[in-house]
């Protein structure tokens, strides 16, 4: 039987990049001792206060169809929420809310672009964007960040991607796997490249919320008319199963994903939504439980992993993860990962999974319990060490 070239653009690396995940998933749930490092799900339980209101609600009976665009507390909330973190005023008609961050990515880009397009993206990126950007038949151009100079934002290596076909500029800050945040000056420089070239620009701002004061620089208040912002509950109110996302664009934008939204979704839940209002009400103190949390692991992580042979950190400024230059082992990211989880049953994430430049890196997750934590790092360190002996055999 034929299928269609779907499913090439959204097979591949970003779908094979879980395999070891879920080796380790498959491990666990036969009972054996495995660590998983390989997913940002945090261990924290999702504030008491919206577990409730969904529980209340679902008890009420908010069990049938919802507006196709989100109901408008909900929608009212995020714009409050959008302009608290960024300056820009909107209004509820600017919002559209969605089955999660990854969703609304895709839902943009397909609303964005097409066969023939190409949409610029920071490499290394997260392992699904390349499927995401490119399920609307557009070709995914990777502006590569050199990991010689801490995988930093290159204005050169942006401008150099464009080409008469660009049509999306897309990034994630934080980013992910980096867990970097793109300045002001970074920002200026993609500013003028979008008046320039008339691009969109696509903004995955997920973990925002985890960033130092709850926010990031954006260009959502200077350039209203061409960027698109995503956000989500996931990271901030441990709410990654709930699957609740919004995207906050131009009107015309946000009316015309509300027609496709209308064929995809027809709606959220409500009792989800009534969930997610009274999240946004007490974003201010998820979001510091959140920041606490990550800072507190993250630190244990790179105290853990001090005079590990052959490996470096790079330490984030924000998220749930942490990029390790593995290349002082002998070993690419890939073999690694493969080692790491076959000899010590601890599973992260290959660098290649993320791109071209972090084929000698490999992704961890700190986003677990403080003893795990240690406890991987301990067989990190056993793995490393039993590498650094073979190589002087």
Not at 52 to 63: F, N, S
Request: aromatic content about 6%.
């Amino acid at each position: 039987m034929k299928f269609s070239s779907l499913v090439q653009r959204i097979g591949g690396d970003g779908a094979d990049a879980w395999l070891i995940h879920y080796a380790a998933l498959a491990a666990r749930e036969r009972g054996e001792d495995a660590i998983i490092l390989s997913v940002g799900d945090p261990d924290l339980a999702t504030p008491e206060a919206v577990v409730a209101r969904a529980v209340e609600a679902l008890h009420a009976g908010d069990t049938h169809y919802t507006p196709v665009r989100g109901r408008m507390a909900l929608r009212t909330a995020i714009a409050e929420q959008h302009y608290r973190r960024c300056g820009q005023l909107v209004n509820p008609e600017q919002v559209v809310v969605l089955s999660g961050a990854q969703n609304a990515l895709m839902v943009a880009l397909l609303c964005l672009s097409e066969t023939g397009d190409e949409v610029l993206s920071l490499d290394p990126m997260y392992p699904t964007y390349p499927a995401t950007l490119e399920a609307s038949g557009a070709r995914v151009i990777r502006v590569p960040l050199n990991p010689q100079n801490g995988f930093r934002f290159d204005l050169d290596a942006m401008r150099r991607a464009i080409t008469p076909r660009s049509r999306v500029l897309t990034f994630a800050t934080p980013g992910n796997p980096t867990g970097l945040i793109l300045s002001e000056e970074d920002l200026a420089g993609i500013a003028d490249v979008a008046r320039e070239h008339d691009l969109w620009i696509v903004a995955d701002e997920v973990y925002a919320g985890l960033a130092p004061g709850g926010s990031v620089p954006s260009l959502a208040r200077e350039l209203p008319e061409r960027v698109v912002t995503i956000g989500s509950l996931s990271k901030t109110h441990a709410m990654c199963g709930w699957r609740l996302g919004w995207m906050v664009g131009p009107r015309e934008l946000i009316d015309h994903t509300e027609n496709l939204v209308l064929c995809m979704l027809y709606g959220l839940p409500g009792f989800i939504q009534e969930a997610a209002v009274t999240a946004l009400g007490i974003a201010g103190e998820a979001e510091q439980r959140a920041r606490e949390y990550c800072d507190r692991r993250a630190a244990l992580m790179l105290e853990h992993m001090q005079g590990i042979p052959g490996i470096s950190a790079l330490v984030p400024q924000a998220g749930m993860f942490m990029l390790l230059d593995v290349r002082g082992t002998g070993l690419q990211g890939r073999s690694f990962a493969e080692g790491l989880f076959q000899e010590q049953r601890v599973s992260v994430i290959p660098g290649d999974a993320f791109g071209t430049q972090t084929l000698g890196f490999v992704r961890v997750g700190f986003a677990t319990e403080e003893a795990l934590i240690v406890e991987a790092c301990r067989r990190m360190r056993l793995y490393c060490e039993a590498l650094a002996a073979k190589r002087e055999r």
